[in-house]
């Protein structure tokens, strides 16, 4: 059930530190018994559940140092959309990213096995930083989150704007839900 219709092209062969490319990917799907099929395994973990069916669409190109990405990803449990520019990401604490990630009713609760807590997941976030480790994370980040389910009930409008930096986290949040107004640091 696995089918992909993609082209592209390779470039810097000779040496892994420059290998990369341009690829658009017209269509691939796949799903969860396909992959246990390559892997031998199903990418669902104690955690995590992720959904069963997967078709993506979009364009990357760089190389192992600087990586664009501007994938759609429509799942079984939703849709994700991603826009970015990433490097260093073999050095997850020099790595550095910025861009934008979308969700439409994307399932959080089932993908985190906490589907009595969380709901259904449409937002827009912005992020931009350096570093993926506790120790070395510096990164800005804006959400809009248009609704997101929270024991049994949807909130609505929901703005986040703030930094993370190693443990250190500030967040400015202005929700105006028609049953949850509040304005907070």
Same mark, same amino acid.
């Given at each position: 059930n696995t089918q992909i219709d993609a082209h592209g092209s390779l470039?810097?062969?000779t040496d892994p530190k420059k290998i990369g490319g341009d690829f658009i !990917?017209?269509?691939?799907?796949? *799903?969860?018994?396909?992959?246990?099929?390559?892997?031998?395994?199903?990418?669902?973990?104690?955690?995590m559940d992720l959904p069963e069916e997967f078709t993506i669409n979009g364009r990357i190109n760089g190389n192992s140092g600087s990586l664009n990405a #501007?994938?759609? !990803? /429509?799942? /079984?449990?939703?849709?994700?959309?991603? *826009?970015g520019r990433f490097s260093n990401l073999t050095n997850p604490a020099t790595a550095t990213y910025n861009g934008v990630l979308a969700t439409n009713n994307l399932r959080l609760g089932k993908i985190l096995r906490q589907e009595s807590t969380l709901g259904s997941l449409s937002a827009k !976030?912005? !992020?931009?930083?350096?570093?993926?480790?506790?120790?070395?994370?510096?990164? #800005?980040?804006a959400a809009t989150i248009a609704t997101i389910g929270y024991n049994k009930y949807q909130y609505r409008n929901i703005?986040?704007?703030?930094?993370?930096?190693?443990?250190?986290? *500030?967040v400015h949040a202005n929700i105006d839900d028609p049953n949850a107004n509040a304005n907070f640091v």
């Open positions: 470039t810097g062969l !990917v017209t269509r691939f799907h796949t *799903n969860q018994s396909d992959i246990a099929l390559f892997s031998g395994q199903r990418l669902s973990t104690a955690e #501007k994938l759609n !990803v /429509s799942t /079984s449990d939703g849709f994700i959309a991603l *826009n !976030v912005s !992020v931009n930083g350096r570093g993926l480790t506790p120790q070395s994370i510096n990164t #800005k980040f703005d986040l704007n703030g930094w993370l930096r190693q443990t250190n986290f *500030n």
